[in-house]
């Protein structure tokens, strides 16, 4: 079991002796500390707990998973067919199966998402409960190659964003005003305990969330239609999410966000999203300066990027810091993709982002700028928290079409320190590169549309 200060302490721990040399060798480094579950081998087929195809199996799998669970472990099967659900709560040892032709479909009625302690945008809170949610459980998966379901769509679950969805404005219940009751209390230390929401409110559940967990592991499954972000692992230690294909174009449909995480990789997954494809998070704004958990020690590596905000984002929730980032070997190309590599804060979130690697990066297409770096993110200067943003690599990265291949604007009282782009290929670049309060920024045989850039 994670508790709040046991991951504290230890990313602290972490901290002391985390020095960066050849960045190859950190991430292998990450990659071979990173072990999977232990989960027993045997199966709990959710049939034999009265699951029927094409009917509400949320009672069968409760049962399937208790049984699991008291037996030491094993997997919950749902076999092929399509079942309908409400909320899954996994427990230790337990792999929730869905099978090659298996269908996952979560219900629509929020009353089939009880309150859980949550993280809601990066704030502390209790809400519905995610679709898959586990909270303080150890040696959990979700794996196979069939298919969860979240049956969001323009009616149901998006609306709730409020303003503008699937092209038609929304005045009716949203989470507007929820949204920011939640960030004011954030900013007053209500106990998280009195900050609840749920029935009567309008924070919208993420898809799959793994809470102060350890030894997670996502794997082959293909996820759709979320209600919010998709896959969000918070304050877990060693989690894979390996070969999940995710494609959904809702609001705020992230594909892969840890939130003050440590040991995390990302691999070989394909993403087509309504916003970031990945968005590294920790905690937003007072909140998480409380928790003061940063997210450390990532690899991404072998991903395909398609529609999204982002291809990788860091922030804009990252008040608890970001580090250790290795972003490789991925493939991104939209015209519907914003950026390959985002990193977006404000002098309200603060926080510290170091040790950012983007090497051999194929970008085909992109919409805005290859990289960006913004520290004018929403709210934007004037606030007493000035961010922190170093140590960046750009590297081996191609682009064929981009608005622009770097915009970098720091503040002037606060630069971006310490950039560095080599051997990049940046062809048909609409602009010149926007570069504003940047110190130690290096370039090495880059080219933009053909001709060699100098500083």
């Known amino acids: 079991m994670i508790t709040r200060r046991s991951f504290v302490a230890g990313a602290a721990a972490a901290l002391a002796t985390s020095a960066l040399g050849d960045w190859r060798d950190e991430a292998a480094a990450i990659v071979a500390r990173i072990r999977p579950p232990k989960i027993p081998n045997r199966d709990f087929d959710i049939t034999s707990y009265g699951a029927k195809p094409e009917a ?8 399937a998973i208790a049984a699991c669970s008291t037996a030491g472990g094993g997997r919950v099967v749902v076999p092929p067919g399509i079942f309908f659900t409400g909320a899954i709560h996994l427990k230790s040892h337990v792999n929730l199966y869905i099978a090659e032709g298996a269908t996952l479909r979560f219900s629509r009625d929020p009353k089939d998402y009880p309150v859980v302690f949550t993280r809601w945008e990066g704030t502390e809170c209790m809400n519905y409960s995610s679709l898959i949610y586990a909270f303080e459980q150890t040696d959990i998966a979700v ?5 969860l379901d979240g049956q969001a769509d323009c009616d149901h ?54 809470y102060r967990c350890e030894n997670v592991l996502l794997e082959g499954v293909s996820i759709r239609n979320s209600p919010m972000w998709e896959v969000h692992p918070v304050l877990c230690r060693n989690v894979t ?27 070989d997954c394909t993403f087509d999203t309504g916003d970031d494809c990945i968005a590294i998070k920790s905690g937003r704004n007072r909140d998480g300066r409380r928790i003061n958990a940063p997210c450390e020690n ?33 493939k991104m190309s939209s015209p ?11 002098s309200y979130r603060g926080g510290v982002i170091e040790n950012v690697s983007f090497r051999n990066v194929t970008v085909g297409e992109v919409a805005h700028d290859v990289v960006q770096i913004d520290f004018s993110y929403e709210e934007g ?4 928290f000035l961010p922190t943003v170093r140590n960046v690599e750009i590297r081996d990265v191609t682009c064929e079409k981009t608005v622009d291949a770097l915009n970098l604007r720091g503040y002037a009282s606060d630069p971006i320190r310490n950039v560095s782009v080599a051997r990049c290929k940046f062809d048909r670049a609409a602009k010149p590169n926007i570069i504003e309060h940047v110190e130690g920024l290096q370039v090495d045989g880059v080219t933009i549309n053909g001709k060699p850039w100098r500083l």
């Not at 509400?56 to 049962?63: G, H, P, Q, T, V």
């Open 381 to 384: 200067e004037g606030g007493k």
């Open 157 to 210: 679950w998006w609306p709730w964003k409020g303003g503008v969805t699937c092209g038609v404005r929304h005045d009716g219940p949203n989470a507007l005003a929820d949204r920011a009751a939640l960030v004011a209390m954030a900013d007053k230390d209500v106990p998280v305990k009195d900050r609840v929401f749920g029935p009567g409110h309008y924070l919208r559940p993420q898809f799959i969330q793994p």
């Open 336 to 346: 519907h993709l914003e950026r390959a590599l985002r990193i977006k804060t404000n």
């Open 298 to 330: 990532l690899v991404i590596e072998n991903c395909v990027m398609k529609d999204g905000h982002g291809g990788v984002s860091i922030g804009s929730e990252a008040s608890g810091g970001v580090r250790n980032v290795f972003v490789r070997d991925c």
């Open 241 to 267: 999410v390996r070969n999940v294909n995710i494609s959904t174009h809702g609001p705020n449909n992230d594909g892969c966000d840890p939130e003050s995480c440590r040991d995390v990789l990302i691999q």
């Open 143 to 147: 794996t196979g190659s069939g298919t």
């Open 56 to 63: 509400d199996s949320s009672e069968a799998l409760r049962k």
